[in-house]
């Protein structure tokens, strides 16, 4: 089984691409962390602070496991509709998360990348998301990319207006306008298509996740909730994975 084909230039070819038969490129939704916490009488930040530690142990594991990319999906842009309590708790969590992790990552070969609104942390946690991207840039070994505040429809939204001002510009022809082009303006330029998208929870939806690069993603829905999320999960949807027949729309395969 191949990997998805490429819609955008690759910027970075990854090195780490491992056997054909384990994704290139892992996408995750982390779902459940409140019903974990509930599930135990814990308050919701418990929850949280669980799904955190799961992200620890889904980073090595993939890395393990010879995944070349793995594209988190931490933090939605409707996501700031919760309230300002949570909020608060997740925001706080992921600057403890740039703080503490960095090093680790820095060390074991992981480098990171933020996409999504990161300005919409504030520029304090942006500055820090900035330094840890520059403190991991020369690492290859696991392309991590973590998704804030990041929404599909926002970022196709964003890369069509792009696309316009370059037509304007008159540095693009109207003809010219095709997927590849729309693509380098999205912010997973360079990134292969996810080839697995692994969601927890038992909930079976997108969420506004990586619409346009999922085109001919597979799909795996786990009913674990996240904050229990370990090698042996990450392990079934691998397999799962395994037994899939990806055409491309190209016939038997
Ligand atoms: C995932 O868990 C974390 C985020 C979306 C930020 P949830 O907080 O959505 O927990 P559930 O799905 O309500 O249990
Ligand atoms: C999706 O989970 C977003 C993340 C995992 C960050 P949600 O819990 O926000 O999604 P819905 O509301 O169940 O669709
Ligand atoms: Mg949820």
């Known amino acids: 089984m ?4 490429l819609n955008q230039p690759l910027a970075a070819l990854p090195d780490a691409a491992g056997p054909t038969d384990v994704p290139l490129h892992v996408g995750l939704i982390m779902d459940g962390n409140r019903r974990w916490a509930k599930a135990r009488g814990l308050p919701r930040a418990l929850g949280h602070k669980a799904g955190v530690d799961a992200v620890r142990r889904t980073v090595q594991a993939s890395a393990d496991a010879g995944i070349g990319w793995l594209t988190l999906f931490a933090f939605s842009s409707e996501n700031w509709q919760r309230s300002a309590d949570e909020v608060r708790d997740l925001t706080g969590l992921l600057r403890i998360y740039l703080r503490r ?11 990171l990348r933020v996409i999504g609104d990161r300005e919409r942390f504030g520029p304090e946690t942006a500055s820090a998301i900035a330094a840890a991207e520059a403190a991991t840039r020369d690492n290859s070994r696991l392309n991590l990319t973590v998704a804030l505040s990041y929404g599909a429809r926002a970022e196709i939204a964003q890369a069509a207006k792009a696309v316009a001002a370059e037509v304007a510009a008159g540095r693009l022809d109207l003809s010219a306008i095709d997927e590849a082009a729309l693509g380098r303006h999205l912010s997973t330029v360079g990134m292969p298509d996810p080839d697995l998208i692994i969601r927890t929870s038992g909930e079976q939806r997108l969420s506004n996740f990586l619409l346009w690069q999922a085109a001919y993603a597979e799909f795996v829905f786990l009913d674990v909730l996240w904050p ?9 949807a691998l397999g799962e994975y395994r037994r899939r027949v990806r055409r491309f729309g190209a016939g038997s395969g």
Do not use: C, I
């Not at 191949?2 to 084909?5: G, M, N, Q, V």
């Not at 992790?101 to 480098?111: M, T």
């Not at 229990?228 to 079934?236: E, G, I, N, R, V």
């Open 2 to 5: 191949s990997a998805a084909p």
């Open 101 to 111: 992790e960095v090093g680790a990552l820095a060390k074991n070969g992981v480098r």
């Open 228 to 236: 229990d999320f370990d090698a042996t999960h990450l392990d079934q």
